[in-house]
């Protein structure tokens, strides 16, 4: 019986920057490789906000295949492409193009995203088109889908919690964007979210903070970010 393909796309790599999401995702991975079930493969986003480490990539060709790993890949993307307040990419050819053959060609079952910042919400879109059959999952890690503000969902100026987001309130903290603005930001993403088939978020507080923005609680799951299981330590003789 052949293996289910599990797809994992993470904004960062570990071997790059060492962060608690980019970390877990590549255990993930790890652990998944030897499973009898699954055969994971790994997309982990670059670009030149790493600073000097950063991989060579050839233009027009944004996938890198990582040495020793052929299940494992690196995408570059220009985080000054990026757009911060709605989560999409410049360069429509990262969707349109690039992401949208690499499911073509390895067809997953699965596909987890980790994260999507610098890469851009787009990408469930695309998959849900390219892959119609596929599973999708997402972390939510944070809660940049809610809150412009790093995802804190805390009051810039007051530094206090915001329990109750809204455009009005959200201009409160961005003056220079209108109320507008914010409320076609949260359409936007909720609609690309929509196509998700399953949420999962480390945090029991984060679990009912986006159900009460909105997502169906039958669709969002609590799971805690474990670890490998420790092996027992070896008895000491008195």
């Known amino acids: 019986m052949a293996k289910q393909k599990v797809l994992y796309v993470v904004h960062n790599h570990p071997n790059l920057f060492p962060g608690g999401a980019e970390t877990y995702a590549l255990e993930l991975y790890e652990a998944m490789r030897s499973s009898d079930e699954f055969e994971p493969i790994m997309v982990a986003r670059i670009g030149p906000n790493h600073g000097g480490g950063t991989p060579a990539f050839h233009p027009g060709a944004p996938f890198t295949s990582i040495e020793g790993d052929p299940n494992q890949y690196y995408l570059f993307t220009d985080?000054?492409?990026?757009?911060?307040?709605?989560?999409?990419?410049?360069?429509?050819?990262?969707?349109?193009?690039?992401?949208?053959?690499?499911?073509?060609?390895?067809?997953?079952?699965?596909?987890?995203?980790?994260?999507?910042?610098?890469?851009?919400?787009?990408?469930?879109?695309?998959?849900?088109?390219?892959?119609?059959?596929?599973?999708?999952?997402?972390?939510?890690?944070?809660?940049?889908?809610?809150?412009?503000?790093?995802?804190?969902?805390?009051?810039?100026?007051?530094?206090?919690?915001?329990?109750?987001?809204s455009p009005r309130r959200c201009c409160e903290c961005f003056p220079e964007l209108s109320p507008q603005s914010f409320f076609l930001r949260e359409r936007f993403i909720k609609s690309q979210l929509s196509v998700v088939d399953l949420f999962v978020t480390p945090s029991a507080s984060a679990l009912e903070r986006y159900v009460h923005w909105g997502v169906p609680r039958e669709r969002i799951a609590h799971e805690p970010h474990g670890l490998p299981a420790a092996q027992p330590r070896p008895a000491i003789d008195p």
Do not use: K, M
């Open 79 to 165: 985080h000054n492409g990026y757009d911060f307040f709605n989560g999409i990419y410049g360069d429509r050819a990262l969707y349109t193009t690039h992401f949208a053959n690499f499911l073509r060609t390895h067809r997953p079952d699965v596909v987890h995203f980790q994260h999507t910042l610098f890469l851009g919400y787009d990408l469930l879109s695309v998959t849900r088109r390219v892959l119609p059959e596929a599973a999708i999952v997402y972390t939510l890690q944070e809660y940049i889908a809610i809150c412009h503000n790093n995802g804190q969902l805390v009051r810039r100026w007051e530094n206090e919690l915001c329990l109750e987001p």
